[in-house]
């Protein structure tokens, strides 16, 4: 194994067959001595010329991102072996220390050993498998992560991994992947810490990825001591949440400073030691003068309110980062740390024992006074609060103290745990004195556990448990003989003996059990009423057990889970054994409790029982229960549960009506029939209900009127059929074929029982999935248990049915089963008659094995463990005698050709399912892997570390030589005959070979089309497009397998070609050549119509376009309609009839001659080269019947008859249809849903409707089953779905019912009609029912208002309800809610548009509005239009404030306006009234009318309003006409009309609107004034096509964002490239529009160009006039800092460029900071501190007074002059006092 190791990572680094590996001796993971491997061993690197450079390389090359030190003088130890490198000189970019310039001689000693520091690369680690403090451990490396082994693994390292994630220590370490088994690669082995570490990596270890262990091995730990404790589980409210954890208690405080970031680490959410962030990484800070002025600040800054305490020597652990801060100074009344004094960033003389930290309160400043002195009194009112006495008795001082020096004393024990139990349950822990400490039960009663309880965030408390009952503590006793009245808020406010005054031990601790700890129950292994009762106790759900379970105990459940009572209380696990802990026992309620935990019982797991005494309930909601019985699953006669027992219905007047409310109560969405006089058979009980009258709308059918008396007999029974709901059937838990059966009801999947279940039901689900038939009925959960309901049992099919829910079974979630019953069954698609007598030679059996599912796992497409499928799962082939003709076997059962080669020893890594097969020996012709010889099933004396793989290949063999032909003459054996694309996409992407085991690329040294045709072919492309090289689809990562490819172009094969052989080369990987192939166009669809008619749209470059009109023709639309599958089309379309496509346009000017097999072989200009709009997007309509059949003049002959006939033309159509013949087999529904709506055909270019005489379910049945449903329930009439808008084109339809499409039935003819579209015909197909249309109220229509206050808003709400606004003197006003009442709501309501108020608000209940207080005293009489009719106090008289603004709820949300027939934000303007949609007349439609629709809609404003139908007709009712808004309106309805269905319009007439969309526009890739111009369209950003680009386009967007100019307009993607679509193209602006949507432009998303040409701008808030003449440098920038801090930079001659720090001062840096928007500057840095720029260097000498505005104000030498280099780049720190 070390061997094969080594020989891996040596391949890893050939570098032109120069081989030396590098490793770090004597140091950590990513520290040490550098040595390389050369010659059989290990040698050093003299430190001659040794530096960072070098060291970078060395770091990268072992997988590190960079070097953060590098080391002379034998840092890491002396070296033993060879001195092999010596003066080293690395540029830096170098892969490998090899590519450096070195000498391989030397004159150094091994006390000049080299070294380096890597930057950690695992500082990355989490715990997995586990919970939050436990786990796997996993660390991140080289974009994954992996895990740790387990040799050697101890405490020591645990403790290591807990601290480096913020625990304090580790409880365990944990072997043998305690946690579970990773599945990533494992990083680290012998792992070996001393415990001091910081990091795991700084450990000693073998190496990244250096081990001989598997994951059976993983590491884990469990931690302690942890605010991950803290963390609630499922259970556990919010609020015992700390306010701030250890890593995410950061905040931005007092403004600005380099020290901004603070968090405390190492302890609890409000202690811990003091970190900041500086120079990218977390520090510590000194305790040198540390005290409790300086804790304040800190606690301050992080949202307390003080601090308790300043802790020093490391309390809360040592810090491992860099020490910043030293001899901090505060005052107090800073308000972030580095504002206070100190010795400088870094500056310090300590180490991190004496890291300084703190503890923070959040006491509310109301308990104490402040001002005055400490005094007697106040003392014996902080002794009473129960403060310590400690504090008062040793930090009083002698004299009088202000109480502003002691606040912070206040609330010590604030901070309360529960430990030892679960999240609202456990012992009573308080923090006090930096520990954890315990309180005894003395005197502990309800009182006290309710104080604790509230405390946590629970509502109260259940038990005060005393006797530590859940574990004795281990620190200190804090309090005793506490005493709460109950009404405390925090425990110390409660009577106690004192603070660590006790008379206990631990045996006593107290604890409580908060709130209901039971109140999470469900009823499992049922249905949705009825199942096992189940608790949810301690993380996990348990059971109740049956003893004395009774009635009552049942109803306590279903109150609990929402139902009215129990219908009954089961017992002996009715329904399954459940698997968790039994909870509760010997329960006895009373049946008036609320929760099950209030009743009796033995209590909390104590019980006697086993799982199959768990009890259940049946819960009902109503006082009767309804079934169907003597029908299938929805169908049959209705019973109802009364008293005890099941009765009927009495038929009288039983209807429709009646019926729906019954489909509907049993979870149907309708009923297709009512049935009467006892239709499916006399029920046997009593009579309940008779005269039952329903209208509908009840939720069940007690609440329809009926007589509880009746005159009835059962011959009199009703019944029903319900709208199935089971026809959605699939298999799981399987394969393809088989699986277990499951039916979707009710919103989910759900099982079917196997009692009864045979191969006759088995036949009825098989044919029902498409199957011919059933060749098993599997039961006992055969392919695995299933986790919903279980739907069906006792079923008992015919074997006739179409689906299951039409045989017989024992009614919908009727059932006695678990899922250990659940049934499946196996289909197959050969007819019976095919299967074998006993007779039979198995070779001619079908391959029908249980094993004819293999797979390939672990490895790639060709290559991987074998994997086969049995009983439900995967399992793996042993490779004993394992051979190449049993991988031939399975690579044919793959479908390749034949295998390169069998392997052995798991070399794909191991399986983790069974072992399938052993010891197989295949001849090498079997079909699959199961004909071969084997041990049996599962049969086999072998592990995982045997798995077998293969690697399969379609290349034949017999291309492989012979032992007789000369090596020089052969390919490589065939070894690279798999080939792939990456980087790019279907068709396109870097060549990347398979060679050892690996995928590798080829250098494009000579790579031209001749090479690309052969890997095109080889891939199974006709040929290449383009030959691409320089890494155009980025840089491989694996070997450079080939270089000089030479193909003649006949080659099979790439390694066919000439070649300078494997892995010879003088290349890199940005060298890799690249192919695209040009069968890229195979994938076709048609969009926006039907199945075979619609938008043509083909697949290019990972996503769907179209085709350009411009040419097109038949020929072109032939070939699509072939490519599809269909004969010929019957039309080719233009000009978008489909709809505007919105990808890119990829063909244009196709010319096609129509005998190619696919679109992308016709003539055409080229891939996306087009000059067409959307617009102009390519439709067809594609038909089975050859045209050519057909004359196109004359009558029916009988010589045409005979034709026809011989194509299966019946003789009815032929004798009533003209030539135009089955020119109706395009059928579809509209105004309705999927399988419902008004009846559609698609004659002479456009669709017509049906005339609805003579219209029946014959009729119907034939569109559905044409339509491809099985058939009809509803045929339905007089315009149920609207009426259509095209012609009508047949009338008097009469069907038989057995045609196969509508024209084949005999109608009047074609267009041949006495009807109007009132008539127009629809129907009901299938077992789908119907789709609910909306019920939303439409408020009354209001005339504007008017007056000074008539525009009124609501604020802080929602579209119906907030803080009321009205509009007085340009601005927004509030209302004060003195005397506000509902009357006055009414009018507001009413004036927004709604019918009235539901709700008056007071006390500014949707927030404190900020403008003025427009009104008070507000007294309206109801009747007024507008609020400021009412009687009020006067304009703006008032005696107010905002706490008192009011509010209103409004009863009628006005979003009844939508967009339809267009697109997002255009499109015809539709209103929602009489519960349809209407659209609205263009008589006097302007532009104020489409603002208000756009508005209302939550645009902004419109652009456009439109006329004449522009986006189609509409077809409901027209509700709006002669609309005239003024255009502040919030609604339409606001605006004056003629009335509501008041018009004298026709659809023709129907207005639009065009909204506009680019109201949010911004600035990417740059900074806060310049950048690339993204606009938000269609819910995402996109950019802008710099064609046309100029500075008056520049000057609208700048504007648009609020500058005043734009200093320059940018192409060529100078910000870099955008991602999303590219939505404008040729923009062009005049200059004075107010956003870019109002300028020209090609169209939304109509463009040429590529995101290389993405748009950008320089914006600028100094108008040019104003600059002054030293030039435009009032731009200014920091960079390579953060937000307050950088390197100075300048905007001069359209680049950014640098400061020289010659002269750099603070009051240059205050120039600065102010022009950039700060107060001042904290410091003015020089030596590039921020990093070296890379721009000019435009300014030095710079010498300012302070009180210029701009940089160029000041004194310089002149722009772009000085003597400086970037090292001298200036930069500031600002800050905001």
């Given at each position: 194994?070390?061997?094969?190791?080594?020989?891996?990572?040596?391949?890893?680094?050939?570098?032109?067959?120069?081989?030396?590996?590098?490793?770090?001796?004597?140091?950590?993971?990513?520290?040490?001595?550098?040595?390389?491997?050369?010659?059989?061993?290990?040698?050093?690197?003299?430190?001659?010329?040794?530096?960072?450079?070098?060291?970078?390389?060395?770091?990268?090359?072992?997988?590190?991102?960079?070097?953060?030190?590098?080391?002379?003088?034998?840092?890491?130890?002396?070296?033993?072996?060879?001195?092999?490198?010596?003066?080293?000189?690395?540029?830096?970019?170098?892969?490998?220390?090899?590519?450096?310039?070195?000498?391989?001689?030397?004159?150094?000693?091994?006390?000049?050993?080299?070294?380096?520091?890597?930057?950690?690369?695992?500082?990355?680690?989490?715990?997995?498998?586990?919970?939050?403090?436990?786990?796997?451990?996993?660390?991140?490396?080289?974009?994954?992560?992996?895990?740790?082994?387990?040799?050697?693994?101890?405490?020591?390292?645990?403790?290591?991994?807990?601290?480096?994630?913020?625990?304090?220590?580790?409880?365990?370490?944990?072997?043998?992947?305690?946690?579970?088994?990773?599945?990533?690669?494992?990083?680290?082995?012998?792992?070996?810490?001393?415990?001091?570490?910081?990091?795991?990596?700084?450990?000693?270890?073998?190496?990244?990825?250096?081990?001989?262990?598997?994951?059976?091995?993983?590491?884990?730990?469990?931690?302690?001591?942890?605010?991950?404790?803290?963390?609630?589980?499922?259970?556990?409210?919010?609020?015992?949440?700390?306010?701030?954890?250890?890593?995410?208690?950061?905040?931005?405080?007092?403004?600005?400073?380099?020290?901004?970031?603070?968090?405390?680490?190492?302890?609890?959410?409000?202690?811990?030691?003091?970190?900041?962030?500086?120079?990218?990484?977390?520090?510590?800070?000194?305790?040198?003068?540390?005290?409790?002025?300086?804790?304040?600040?800190?606690?301050?800054?992080?949202?307390?309110?003080?601090?308790?305490?300043?802790?020093?020597?490391?309390?809360?652990?040592?810090?491992?980062?860099?020490?910043?801060?030293?001899?901090?100074?505060?005052?107090?009344?800073?308000?972030?740390?580095?504002?206070?004094?100190?010795?400088?960033?870094?500056?310090?003389?300590?180490?991190?024992?004496?890291?300084?930290?703190?503890?923070?309160?959040?006491?509310?400043?109301?308990?104490?006074?402040?001002?005055?002195?400490?005094?007697?009194?106040?003392?014996?009112?902080?002794?009473?609060?129960?403060?310590?006495?400690?504090?008062?008795?040793?930090?009083?001082?002698?004299?009088?103290?202000?109480?502003?020096?002691?606040?912070?004393?206040?609330?010590?024990?604030?901070?309360?745990?529960?430990?030892?139990?679960?999240?609202?349950?456990?012992?009573?822990?308080?923090?006090?004195?930096?520990?954890?400490?315990?309180?005894?039960?003395?005197?502990?009663?309800?009182?006290?556990?309710?104080?604790?309880?509230?405390?946590?965030?629970?509502?109260?408390?259940?038990?005060?448990?005393?006797?530590?009952?859940?574990?004795?503590?281990?620190?200190?006793?804090?309090?005793?003989?506490?005493?709460?009245?109950?009404?405390?808020?925090?425990?110390?406010?409660?009577?106690?003996?004192?603070?660590?005054?006790?008379?206990?031990?631990?045996?006593?601790?107290?604890?409580?059990?908060?709130?209901?700890?039971?109140?999470?129950?469900?009823?499992?292994?049922?249905?949705?009423?009825?199942?096992?009762?189940?608790?949810?106790?301690?993380?996990?759900?348990?059971?109740?057990?049956?003893?004395?379970?009774?009635?009552?105990?049942?109803?306590?459940?279903?109150?609990?889970?929402?139902?009215?009572?129990?219908?009954?209380?089961?017992?002996?696990?009715?329904?399954?054994?459940?698997?968790?802990?039994?909870?509760?026992?010997?329960?006895?309620?009373?049946?008036?409790?609320?929760?099950?935990?209030?009743?009796?019982?033995?209590?909390?797991?104590?019980?006697?029982?086993?799982?199959?005494?768990?009890?259940?309930?049946?819960?009902?909601?109503?006082?009767?229960?309804?079934?169907?019985?003597?029908?299938?699953?929805?169908?049959?006669?209705?019973?109802?549960?009364?008293?005890?027992?099941?009765?009927?219905?009495?038929?009288?007047?039983?209807?429709?009506?009646?019926?729906?409310?019954?489909?509907?109560?049993?979870?149907?969405?309708?009923?297709?029939?009512?049935?009467?006089?006892?239709?499916?058979?006399?029920?046997?009980?009593?009579?309940?209900?008779?005269?039952?009258?329903?209208?509908?709308?009840?939720?069940?059918?007690?609440?329809?009127?009926?007589?509880?008396?009746?005159?009835?007999?059962?011959?009199?029974?009703?019944?029903?059929?319900?709208?199935?709901?089971?026809?959605?059937?699939?298999?799981?838990?399987?394969?393809?074929?088989?699986?277990?059966?499951?039916?979707?009801?009710?919103?989910?999947?759900?099982?079917?029982?196997?009692?009864?279940?045979?191969?006759?039901?088995?036949?009825?689900?098989?044919?029902?999935?498409?199957?011919?038939?059933?060749?098993?009925?599997?039961?006992?959960?055969?392919?695995?248990?299933?986790?919903?309901?279980?739907?069906?049992?006792?079923?008992?099919?015919?074997?006739?049915?179409?689906?299951?829910?039409?045989?017989?079974?024992?009614?919908?979630?009727?059932?006695?089963?678990?899922?250990?019953?659940?049934?499946?069954?196996?289909?197959?698609?050969?007819?019976?008659?095919?299967?074998?007598?006993?007779?039979?030679?198995?070779?001619?059996?079908?391959?029908?094995?249980?094993?004819?599912?293999?797979?390939?796992?672990?490895?790639?497409?060709n290559f991987g463990r074998v994997e086969v499928y049995y009983k439900g799962q995967w399992g793996t082939v042993c490779d004993d005698l394992w051979d190449s003709d049993d991988a031939n076997v399975v690579c044919r059962q793959l479908g390749f050709e034949f295998a390169l080669e069998g392997n052995r020893n798991a070399l794909y890594g191991q399986g983790s399912g069974p072992i399938v097969l052993d010891d197989v020996e295949c001849t090498g012709d079997e079909d699959s892997l199961d004909q071969c010889r084997h041990n049996g099933l599962e049969e086999h004396n072998c592990g995982h570390y045997e798995d077998a793989g293969v690697v399969c290949s379609n290349t034949p063999n017999t291309l492989l030589p012979t032992t007789d032909t000369p090596n020089t003459l052969l390919p490589t054996t065939g070894v690279l005959n798999n080939v792939r694309l990456a980087g790019g996409g279907g068709n396109y992407g870097r060549v990347e070979v398979y060679y050892n085991g690996q995928w590798g690329t080829v250098c494009d040294d000579g790579w031209d089309l001749i090479d690309a045709n052969v890997v095109c072919r080889q891939l199974g492309f006709d040929s290449a497009l383009e030959y691409n090289s320089n890494a155009l689809y980025d840089q491989g990562s694996g070997p450079i397998v080939l270089d000089d490819v030479d193909c003649t172009g006949d080659e099979d094969s790439l390694d066919q070609c000439g070649h300078a052989g494997l892995e010879k080369h003088n290349c890199g990987h940005h060298e890799d050549a690249g192919v695209v192939c040009n069968s890229v166009l195979n994938n076709v669809r048609l969009a926006g119509g039907g199945g075979h008619y619609g938008?043509?749209?083909?697949?290019?470059?990972?996503?769907?376009?179209?085709?350009?009109?411009?040419?097109?023709?038949?020929?072109?639309?032939?070939?699509?309609?072939?490519?599809?599958?269909?004969?010929?089309?019957?039309?080719?379309?233009?000009?978008?009839?489909?709809?505007?496509?919105?990808?890119?346009?990829?063909?244009?000017?196709?010319?096609?001659?129509?005998?190619?097999?696919?679109?992308?072989?016709?003539?055409?200009?080229?891939?996306?080269?087009?000059?067409?709009?959307?617009?102009?997007?390519?439709?067809?309509?594609?038909?089975?019947?050859?045209?050519?059949?057909?004359?196109?003049?004359?009558?029916?002959?009988?010589?045409?008859?005979?034709?026809?006939?011989?194509?299966?033309?019946?003789?009815?159509?032929?004798?009533?249809?003209?030539?135009?013949?089955?020119?109706?087999?395009?059928?579809?529904?509209?105004?309705?849903?999927?399988?419902?709506?008004?009846?559609?055909?698609?004659?002479?270019?456009?669709?017509?409707?049906?005339?609805?005489?003579?219209?029946?379910?014959?009729?119907?049945?034939?569109?559905?089953?044409?339509?491809?449903?099985?058939?009809?329930?509803?045929?339905?009439?007089?315009?149920?779905?609207?009426?259509?808008?095209?012609?009508?084109?047949?009338?008097?339809?009469?069907?038989?019912?057995?045609?196969?499409?509508?024209?084949?039935?005999?109608?009047?003819?074609?267009?041949?009609?006495?009807?109007?579209?009132?008539?127009?015909?629809?129907?009901?197909?299938?077992?789908?029912?119907?789709?609910?249309?909306?019920?939303?109220?439409?408020?009354?229509?209001?005339?504007?208002?008017?007056?000074?206050?008539?525009?009124?808003?609501?604020?802080?709400?929602?579209?119906?309800?907030?803080?009321?606004?009205?509009?007085?003197?340009?601005?927004?006003?509030?209302?004060?809610?003195?005397?506000?009442?509902?009357?006055?709501?009414?009018?507001?309501?009413?004036?927004?548009?709604?019918?009235?108020?539901?709700?008056?608000?007071?006390?500014?209940?949707?927030?404190?509005?900020?403008?003025?207080?427009?009104?008070?005293?507000?007294?309206?009489?109801?009747?007024?239009?507008?609020?400021?009719?009412?009687?009020?106090?006067?304009?703006?008289?008032?005696?107010?404030?905002?706490?008192?603004?009011?509010?209103?709820?409004?009863?009628?949300?006005?979003?009844?306006?939508?967009?339809?027939?267009?697109?997002?934000?255009?499109?015809?303007?539709?209103?929602?009234?009489?519960?349809?949609?209407?659209?609205?007349?263009?008589?006097?439609?302007?532009?104020?009318?489409?603002?208000?629709?756009?508005?209302?809609?939550?645009?902004?404003?419109?652009?456009e309003g439109n006329s004449n139908a522009m986006y189609g007709l509409g077809s409901g009712p027209i509700v709006l006409d002669d609309v005239d808004c003024t255009g502040d309106e919030h609604s339409l309805d606001q605006c004056r009309h003629a009335g509501l269905e008041e018009d004298n319009c026709d659809h023709f007439e129907d207005a639009g609107v065009v909204c506009r969309v680019f109201d949010n526009v911004r600035l990417a890739g740059g900074g806060g004034n310049y950048g690339r111009v993204e606009v938000h369209y269609n819910g995402q950003w996109g950019t802008v096509c710099d064609d046309g680009w100029d500075l008056n386009d520049a000057h609208v967007i700048c504007r648009q964002l609020g500058f005043e100019f734009a200093l320059e307009g940018n192409s060529n993607a100078l910000y870099g490239q955008g991602s999303g679509p590219i939505v404008l193209d040729n923009v062009n602006c005049m200059g004075d529009e107010d956003s870019l949507d109002q300028c020209r432009h090609n169209g939304l998303e109509e463009h040429n160009c590529v995101h290389y040409e993405d748009a950008g701008v320089v914006c600028s808030n100094t108008p040019s006039t104003l600059l002054p003449t030293t030039g435009v440098l009032n731009n200014v920038r920091l960079a390579g800092g953060g937000a307050n801090y950088g390197r100075v930079e300048v905007y001069y001659n359209g680049q950014w460029g640098t400061v020289c720090d010659d002269g750099w001062d603070v009051t240059d840096a205050n120039v600065v900071c102010r022009q950039l928007g700060f107060d001042s500057a904290k410091e003015g840095n020089s030596y590039a501190l921020y990093g070296q720029g890379s721009g000019p260097?435009?300014?030095?000498?710079?010498?300012?007074?302070?009180?210029?505005?701009?940089?160029?104000?000041?004194?310089?030498?002149?722009?772009?002059?000085?003597?400086?280099?970037?090292?001298?780049?200036?930069?500031?720190?600002?800050?905001?006092?």
């Amino acid at each position: 194994m070390q061997l094969w190791w080594l020989l891996v990572v040596a391949c890893s680094v050939l570098i032109s067959g120069n081989a030396k590996l590098i490793r770090l001796a004597g140091g950590a993971g990513n520290t040490g001595r550098v040595e390389v491997y050369h010659n059989g061993q290990w040698g050093t690197v003299c430190d001659d010329g040794w530096g960072l450079e070098e060291a970078n390389v060395v770091c990268r090359q072992l997988g590190f991102e960079s070097a953060s030190w590098s080391r002379t003088m034998a840092h890491y130890g002396q070296g033993t072996g060879p001195i092999l490198l010596d003066d080293v000189v690395c540029d830096g970019s170098e892969t490998f220390l090899t590519q450096c310039s070195h000498s391989d001689t030397h004159d150094c000693q091994h006390t000049e050993d080299a070294g380096v520091d890597c930057y950690s690369v695992l500082n990355n680690v989490r715990l997995a498998g586990g919970g939050g403090n436990y786990g796997r451990v996993e660390v991140y490396y080289n974009g994954q992560w992996g895990t740790v082994c387990d040799d050697g693994w101890d405490l020591i390292d645990a403790n290591v991994v807990c601290r480096q994630l913020g625990f304090e220590s580790a409880l365990e370490s944990k072997s043998s992947a305690f946690y579970g088994q990773g599945s990533g690669t494992i990083v680290l082995d012998d792992v070996d810490c001393t415990g001091d570490e910081d990091s795991l990596d700084q450990c000693r270890h073998n190496g990244l990825e250096e081990h001989n262990c598997v994951h059976y091995e993983d590491a884990g730990v469990v931690c302690s001591n942890t605010p991950n404790t803290l963390l609630p589980t499922t259970d556990t409210p919010s609020s015992l949440l700390p306010t701030t954890g250890v890593w995410n208690n950061v905040r931005l405080a007092g403004g600005g400073g380099v020290l901004n970031n603070v968090r405390l680490a190492g302890g609890g959410g409000n202690y811990g030691r003091v970190e900041v962030y500086y120079n990218e990484q977390w520090g510590t800070v000194c305790d040198d003068g540390w005290d409790l002025n300086d804790a304040h600040v800190v606690c301050r800054q992080l949202g307390f309110e003080s601090a308790l305490e300043g802790n020093s020597n490391a309390m809360y652990g040592l810090g491992s980062g860099p020490i910043v801060l030293d001899d901090v100074d505060c005052t107090g009344d800073e308000h972030s740390l580095d504002q206070c004094r100190h010795n400088g960033l870094e500056e310090h003389n300590c180490v991190h024992y004496e890291d300084a930290g703190v503890v923070c309160s959040n006491t509310p400043s109301t308990l104490l006074p402040t001002t005055g002195y400490i005094t007697e009194e106040l003392t014996t009112l902080l002794l009473s609060t129960s403060y310590f006495t400690e504090a008062l008795t040793t930090l009083l001082p002698s004299t009088k103290v202000p109480i502003r020096l002691w606040r912070w004393r206040v609330d010590i024990l604030n901070t309360v745990r529960l430990a030892g139990g679960g999240g609202n349950y456990g012992r009573v822990e308080v923090y006090y004195k930096g520990q954890w400490g315990t309180v005894c039960d003395d005197l502990w009663d309800s009182d006290d556990a309710n104080v604790v309880c509230r405390q946590l965030g629970f509502e109260f408390a259940l038990e005060g448990n005393r006797n530590a009952l859940y574990g004795q503590g281990s620190g200190p006793i804090v309090l005793d003989d506490v005493e709460c009245t109950g009404d405390e808020d925090s425990l110390d406010q409660c009577r106690h003996n004192g603070l660590e005054e006790h008379n206990c031990g631990h045996h006593e601790d107290a604890g409580v059990v908060c709130q209901n700890i039971l109140n999470t129950v469900r009823l499992a292994g049922g249905g949705g009423n009825y199942g096992r009762v189940e608790v949810y106790y301690k993380g996990q759900w348990g059971t109740v057990c049956d003893d004395w379970w009774d009635s009552d105990d049942a109803n306590v459940v279903c109150r609990q889970l929402g139902f009215e009572f129990a219908l009954e209380g089961n017992r002996y696990a009715l329904y399954g054994q459940g698997s968790g802990p039994i909870v509760l026992d010997d329960v006895e309620c009373t049946g008036d409790e609320d929760s099950l935990d209030q009743c009796r019982h033995n209590g909390l797991e104590e019980h006697n029982c086993g799982h199959h005494e768990d009890a259940g309930v049946v819960c009902q909601s109503n006082a009767k229960e309804i079934r169907l019985a003597g029908g299938a699953g929805n169908t049959g006669r209705v019973e109802v549960y009364h008293n005890g027992q099941w009765g009927t219905v009495c038929d009288d007047g039983w209807g429709i009506e009646e019926a729906d409310v019954v489909c509907r109560q049993l979870g149907f969405e309708s009923a297709s029939w009512s049935r009467t006089k006892a239709h499916y058979g006399q029920g046997t009980g009593p009579i309940l209900l008779d005269d039952v009258v329903c209208d509908g709308s009840e939720t069940s059918l007690t609440q329809c009127s009926h007589s509880d008396t009746d005159n009835c007999q059962h011959t009199e029974d009703a019944g029903v059929d319900c709208y199935s709901v089971l026809n959605n059937v699939r298999l799981a838990g399987g394969g393809g074929n088989y699986g277990r059966v499951e039916v979707y009801y009710n919103g989910q999947w759900g099982t079917v029982c196997d009692d009864g279940w045979d191969l006759i039901d088995a036949n009825v689900v098989c044919r029902q999935l498409g199957f011919d038939s059933a060749l098993e009925s599997k039961s006992s959960a055969f392919y695995g248990q299933g986790s919903g309901t279980i739907v069906l049992d006792d079923v008992d099919c015919t074997g006739d049915e179409d689906s299951l829910d039409q045989c017989g079974h024992a009614g919908l979630e009727e059932h006695n089963c678990g899922h250990h019953e659940d049934a499946g069954v196996v289909c197959q698609n050969t007819p019976n008659t095919l299967l074998p007598t006993t007779d039979t030679p198995s070779s001619l059996l079908p391959t029908t094995g249980v094993l004819n599912n293999v797979r390939l796992a672990g490895g790639g497409g060709n290559f991987g463990r074998v994997e086969v499928y049995y009983k439900g799962q995967w399992g793996t082939v042993c490779d004993d005698l394992w051979d190449s003709d049993d991988a031939n076997v399975v690579c044919r059962q793959l479908g390749f050709e034949f295998a390169l080669e069998g392997n052995r020893n798991a070399l794909y890594g191991q399986g983790s399912g069974p072992i399938v097969l052993d010891d197989v020996e295949c001849t090498g012709d079997e079909d699959s892997l199961d004909q071969c010889r084997h041990n049996g099933l599962e049969e086999h004396n072998c592990g995982h570390y045997e798995d077998a793989g293969v690697v399969c290949s379609n290349t034949p063999n017999t291309l492989l030589p012979t032992t007789d032909t000369p090596n020089t003459l052969l390919p490589t054996t065939g070894v690279l005959n798999n080939v792939r694309l990456a980087g790019g996409g279907g068709n396109y992407g870097r060549v990347e070979v398979y060679y050892n085991g690996q995928w590798g690329t080829v250098c494009d040294d000579g790579w031209d089309l001749i090479d690309a045709n052969v890997v095109c072919r080889q891939l199974g492309f006709d040929s290449a497009l383009e030959y691409n090289s320089n890494a155009l689809y980025d840089q491989g990562s694996g070997p450079i397998v080939l270089d000089d490819v030479d193909c003649t172009g006949d080659e099979d094969s790439l390694d066919q070609c000439g070649h300078a052989g494997l892995e010879k080369h003088n290349c890199g990987h940005h060298e890799d050549a690249g192919v695209v192939c040009n069968s890229v166009l195979n994938n076709v669809r048609l969009a926006g119509g039907g199945g075979h008619y619609g938008r043509v749209e083909v697949y290019y470059k990972g996503q769907w376009g179209t085709v350009c009109d411009d040419l097109w023709d038949s020929d072109d639309a032939n070939v699509v309609c072939r490519q599809l599958g269909f004969e010929f089309a019957l039309e080719g379309n233009r000009d978008a009839l489909y709809g505007q496509g919105s990808g890119p346009i990829v063909l244009d000017d196709v010319e096609c001659t129509g005998d190619e097999d696919s679109l992308d072989q016709c003539r055409h200009n080229g891939l996306e080269e087009h000059n067409c709009g959307h617009y102009e997007d390519a439709g067809v309509v594609c038909s089975n019947t050859p045209s050519t059949l057909l004359p196109t003049t004359g009558y029916i002959t009988e010589e045409l008859t005979t034709l026809l006939l011989s194509t299966s033309y019946s003789t009815e159509a032929l004798t009533t249809l003209l030539p135009s013949t089955n020119i109706l087999n395009t059928v579809r529904l509209a105004g309705g849903g999927g399988n419902y709506g008004r009846v559609e055909v698609y004659y002479k270019g456009q669709w017509g409707t049906v005339c609805d005489d003579l219209w029946d379910s014959d009729d119907a049945n034939v569109v559905c089953r044409q339509l491809g449903f099985e058939f009809a329930l509803e045929g339905n009439r007089n315009a149920l779905y609207g009426q259509g808008s095209g012609p009508i084109v047949l009338d008097d339809v009469e069907c038989t019912g057995d045609e196969d499409s509508l024209d084949q039935c005999r109608h009047n003819g074609l267009e041949e009609h006495n009807c109007r579209h009132h008539e127009d015909a629809g129907v009901v197909c299938q077992n789908t029912p119907n789709t609910l249309l909306p019920t939303t109220d439409t408020p009354s229509s209001l005339l504007p208002t008017t007056g000074v206050l008539n525009n009124v808003r609501l604020a802080g709400g929602g579209g119906n309800y907030g803080r009321v606004e009205v509009y007085y003197n340009g601005q927004w006003g509030t209302v004060c809610d003195d005397g506000w009442d509902l009357i006055d709501a009414n009018v507001v309501c009413r004036q927004l548009g709604f019918d009235s108020a539901l709700e008056y608000n007071s006390n500014a209940l949707y927030g404190q509005g900020s403008g003025p207080i427009m009104l008070d005293d507000v007294d309206c009489t109801g009747d007024e239009d507008s609020l400021d009719q009412c009687g009020h106090a006067g304009l703006e008289e008032h005696n107010c404030g905002h706490h008192e603004d009011a509010g209103v709820v409004c009863n009628s949300v006005l979003n009844n306006v939508r967009l339809a027939g267009g697109g997002g934000n255009y499109g015809r303007v539709e209103v929602y009234y009489n519960e349809q949609w209407g659209t609205v007349c263009d008589d006097g439609w302007d532009l104020n009318d489409a603002h208000v629709v756009c508005r209302q809609l939550g645009f902004e404003s419109a652009l456009e309003g439109n006329s004449n139908a522009m986006y189609g007709l509409g077809s409901g009712p027209i509700v709006l006409d002669d609309v005239d808004c003024t255009g502040d309106e919030h609604s339409l309805d606001q605006c004056r009309h003629a009335g509501l269905e008041e018009d004298n319009c026709d659809h023709f007439e129907d207005a639009g609107v065009v909204c506009r969309v680019f109201d949010n526009v911004r600035l990417a890739g740059g900074g806060g004034n310049y950048g690339r111009v993204e606009v938000h369209y269609n819910g995402q950003w996109g950019t802008v096509c710099d064609d046309g680009w100029d500075l008056n386009d520049a000057h609208v967007i700048c504007r648009q964002l609020g500058f005043e100019f734009a200093l320059e307009g940018n192409s060529n993607a100078l910000y870099g490239q955008g991602s999303g679509p590219i939505v404008l193209d040729n923009v062009n602006c005049m200059g004075d529009e107010d956003s870019l949507d109002q300028c020209r432009h090609n169209g939304l998303e109509e463009h040429n160009c590529v995101h290389y040409e993405d748009a950008g701008v320089v914006c600028s808030n100094t108008p040019s006039t104003l600059l002054p003449t030293t030039g435009v440098l009032n731009n200014v920038r920091l960079a390579g800092g953060g937000a307050n801090y950088g390197r100075v930079e300048v905007y001069y001659n359209g680049q950014w460029g640098t400061v020289c720090d010659d002269g750099w001062d603070v009051t240059d840096a205050n120039v600065v900071c102010r022009q950039l928007g700060f107060d001042s500057a904290k410091e003015g840095n020089s030596y590039a501190l921020y990093g070296q720029g890379s721009g000019p260097i435009v300014l030095d000498d710079v010498d300012c007074t302070g009180d210029e505005d701009f940089l160029d104000q000041c004194g310089h030498a002149g722009l772009e002059n000085h003597d400086c280099g970037h090292h001298e780049d200036a930069g500031v720190v600002c800050t905001v006092l």
